[in-house]
Every structure is written in C-alpha cells, then in structure tokens.
C-alpha cells in the first residue's frame, strides 16, 4: 500500500452475541479475514445487541459478522438489525451470520436484510470472496 | 465526495451524530477525496479537547487501563474519545484489532466513542491520520480524548506525541535498570505507570523507574547519588518532543518549575490506583496550563503538521513531474548507466519548483 494512494481496507467486525460460549470458529474467520487483508474487530464473548451495534456504527465497519451457534438468532438478529437502522448505519453494513441457522430461518433473516448466512463447512475462500464481492462501496 | 455532502457531514457531526463522527474517520483513515477539506472544516471547531496518549509494550494492560479511565471520566459527567491504534500485517496489510474487547465497562455507553486504528503499514502517515481523528473527536465535542498504541517503534511514537500528555505503562519484571536507560519510550513519558502491580516485583520497577527519572530531571539528584555525567545530554520528557525549543531543562515559561514525571501504581482489571492516576494526569494538565507549555506545544504541533503536509504535498507535485518526463525507471536507467547520479537528478526535477519560488527575489 503506497503513503499517497488510496488507504481504504474493507472493515469487519466480528462479533458475538449472546450467552453463546464458542468462539473458537469467530477466531478462525478473525484470522482469515487478517490474512485476506482486512481489517478484524474482534469483539469479544458474550456480548449484547447494543454493544454489537455500537461497536459497528463507532467503527464504521464494512461488514458486519455475527456468530451465532446457539440458535438465538431470530431473537438477537432483529436487535441488531433495529439498532444499526437507528444509528442510520443499516444500509451500508454488509450483514453477514455464521452458524448452525436451519433454512426456513436463513429465509426470515434474509428477508430481515441479512446479506448471507453461512452454515458449517462453508470454505473459508467462499466467505472471503463473497465479503469481497459484496463490502459495500463507500467513496 | 461532493464539497455539499462534505458540509452536510460537517454539520452532521457538530449536530453530535455519531455515525457522522464515525463516517468522518473513516475518510480521514482512507485519505479518500475531499477529506483535506472535511479536515479544515473541523479546525476552527477544535483546540477544546485534552488530549492523553498512552503507550507501552503488548500485554501491558493499556486497553485494560483506557476503559478504566473512561468509567471514571463518565462517572464525573465527561465525555471521552478515544482511538485505539494496533499494528497490522506486514505480509498482507490485515489486522486483528482487539482493543475493543476490554471496553467492558463502557457497553452501550455512546457518549465514549471508541475507534480502533489499524497502522497500515504506512510510513508517517499514522500519526497524520490519527492527528486527524483527534480533531474529529475534538469537534465533536469530546472532553477526554485518549490515544492508545502499542509503543513498538518510532511511528508508535510519533502518535501518542500528538498527546499533551503522555503515559507510559510498564509491566512489573519488564528488565533490569539498564533496560531503564534505554532510549526510546521512556524517554517520552510525562506519567508512568507501572500496572499490574500487585505482581512481584512491581515495586522494584517502580524503584528502577523512579531512578530513572531522578537521573534525567534534576542535576542535584545526580550529585547525591555520586553518579558521572548523567546531567549533559538528557532532557526533561516534556521538553523532548520539541528540539526547537530553546529551552533545554524543563523550565517553564517564566521561571515556573519544570515537571518531573510521576509514577502511579495502578491495578488495571480491578481499578486500583486509577483516582490517583487520574489526579496525577489533572495535575500535569495544570502545569502545561499554567507554564505555558500547553501553547507551546501546540504551535510546535501545528508547525510539524504543516511541515509534514508540505513533504507530502511536494512530494506528491514531484511525483507527478517524474510521470510526465517519462516515470522512474527512465531516471534510474540512467543513474544505472552512469549518465548521471542521483543528485543531479533531483535537481533536474526540483528546479521547476525552485525557479518558482524564488523568482520573485
């Protein structure tokens, strides 16, 4: 990256919501995202919708990913969702949720404006190039 | 961008919209069209904000510490930026920025507004951006605004100076006092703190440290100590950042004292010692204030801003000189060739800008 040029890196938040405990598989994509030249937040165990969203409206990121292996999503999602479209932060967030999410849910969250759900064993290039395809374009 | 929408987030971000605030950093962080003049918007709005730049070695609790510090300033009704800087990948340009997840005492408090920073891998271009988003924050309206990096190299340096004061953190058995005399981030410390101090060894570090800062603050410590030449060649921390400054021992304008740099024992996971940090970063604010220096640091800031974008401005006119008479390679073909040397060639290119500026002579 040259000093002058342009600087931008695709931003993503990672993040956990929810009583949820594993977060083995967000290190995994933390990482991988690193490694593909983003720019990772990490945001921690455990954490509730609103945190989820002040964290993603505060650090502008381009794509938000939320890990979700407990089967809250339908509970948590709308939080989140709500919260980033009062902060005006919903329409240019690439929304994105992992985990085990059955496909009359996958349906609900899309409808909800979830970009993508990806389920287990989705390789990791795929979620890369999706998140390149699809990160918003910001001027 | 267009120069409306640059107003419109302008006034958006004044108005206290945080994604403005967030949506302005962004462009700062990016260098994206338009963001010099989203920039000169926000000067005339800035100058209110105190600003704190903590640094120290990874693991050292500096994030631990920033949420702490934060509470606390929101407790007594401030309210508080803060920027928090890690490296990034030299292989891929990526970065795991994980300050954030130690704000556990300040969730869903928007009145903090924290921003992680990844460094890019840009040579001096950090500290511009993050000089930048500390006028955002100032802007804005931020009380506290605090500058958190990891204190690896000079670029990590060069950040937390655009502090008016600067804390180093230490950890307990982070080496001998020899490691003390080291140059480098102790030399730029206003306050030090050395945290996790209910490990062994904290008092020892703060033992080493206190050492440290008698040798370098005043001359008679020396003499008692029977030590050799410790007083020529040492500067107060504070007067360090600033080798323009014609005065060499820490005293302030009109004869005031100087400051010598504290060291707080503080316990960041359980808030041990953070009133008296606080205290201490209150009184060092006191002294810039009433010994002038607060001004003088400024204009020294302000003076190397402008010297930078000049570099930078320049560098970018010449860049584009060297495109028009036919790109770099064409230069050093030459250079190669032993037609000419690099001197000459710089000079070559620069006498455009020269005649120009000294024509008028």
């Known amino acids: ?139 | 961008m267009s120069r409306a929408e640059e107003t419109d987030l302008v006034d958006r971000l004044l108005d206290g919209d945080h994604r403005a605030l967030a949506r302005t950093i962004t462009k700062i962080e990016n260098r994206s069209p338009g963001y010099r003049e989203l920039v000169s918007a926000l000067h005339e709005h800035t100058g209110e904000a105190e600003v704190i730049g903590i640094t120290g070695s990874p693991g050292a609790g500096k994030s631990t510490l920033v949420d702490k510090l934060a509470k606390t300033y929101r407790d007594r009704g401030e309210t508080v930026g803060i920027i928090a800087v890690d490296p990034s990948s030299p292989y891929t340009g990526g970065s795991v920025l994980g300050d954030r997840i130690r704000m556990a005492s300040n969730v869903g408090d928007m009145d903090v507004f924290f921003r992680s920073m990844s460094a890019r891998g840009t040579l001096g271009g950090l500290s511009t951006a993050t000089g930048d988003a500390v006028k955002a924050l100032d802007a804005f309206g931020k009380d506290k605004i605090i500058v958190e990096t990891v204190g690896a190299g000079q670029n990590e340096i060069d950040v937390v100076r655009t502090a008016d004061t600067v804390v180093v953190l230490v950890q307990p058995g982070s080496g001998d006092d020899v490691q003390m005399l080291k140059a480098g981030i102790l030399e730029i410390g206003d306050v030090f703190v050395v945290n996790k101090a209910d490990m062994s060894g904290a008092s020892k570090t703060v033992a080493d440290l206190e050492e440290m800062i008698h040798l370098q603050g005043d001359p008679t410590a020396n003499l008692d100590l029977g030590h050799h030449g410790a007083g020529g060649g040492f500067e107060k921390p504070d007067v360090a950042d600033s080798p323009d400054e014609s005065e060499k021992n820490g005293e302030g304008g009109d004869g005031e004292e100087g400051w010598t740099a504290d060291v707080v024992e503080t316990v960041a996971t359980s808030g041990d010692g953070i009133d008296e940090l606080i205290e201490t970063l209150a009184e060092h604010r006191e002294y810039l204030e009433r010994s002038g220096r607060l001004t003088e640091k400024a204009r020294t800031r302000y003076a190397e801003e402008i010297r930078t974008l000049l570099r930078e401005d320049t560098g970018s006119l010449l860049e584009s000189e060297i495109d028009r008479r036919g790109g770099m390679e064409s230069f050093v073909d030459a250079v190669v060739a032993r037609k000419t040397d690099p001197y000459t060639v710089a000079d070559e290119l620069v006498e455009p800008l020269r005649e120009c500026l000294d024509g008028d002579d």
């Open chain 1, 1 to 139: 990256m040259s000093a002058d040029a342009d600087q931008r890196a695709i931003r993503c938040l990672v993040a956990k919501v929810g009583l949820d405990g594993h977060d083995r598989g967000a290190h995994v994509i933390a990482r991988a995202f690193r490694d593909a030249g983003f720019e990772v937040i990490y945001s921690g165990l455990h954490r509730a919708p609103d945190e989820i969203v002040q964290a993603a409206v505060q650090e502008d990121v381009d794509v938000l990913g939320i890990s979700i292996l407990s089967g809250a999503h339908n509970t948590l999602v709308p939080k989140v969702v709500d919260g980033l479209k009062e902060y005006g932060a919903f329409e240019d967030t690439l929304i994105l949720v992992g985990g085990i999410v059955p496909d009359d849910d996958k349906k609900k969250l899309k409808e909800m404006g979830v970009a993508e759900v990806f389920g287990p064993g989705t390789p990791m290039a795929d979620t890369i190039e999706f998140v390149r395809n699809n990160a918003p374009d910001r001027a």
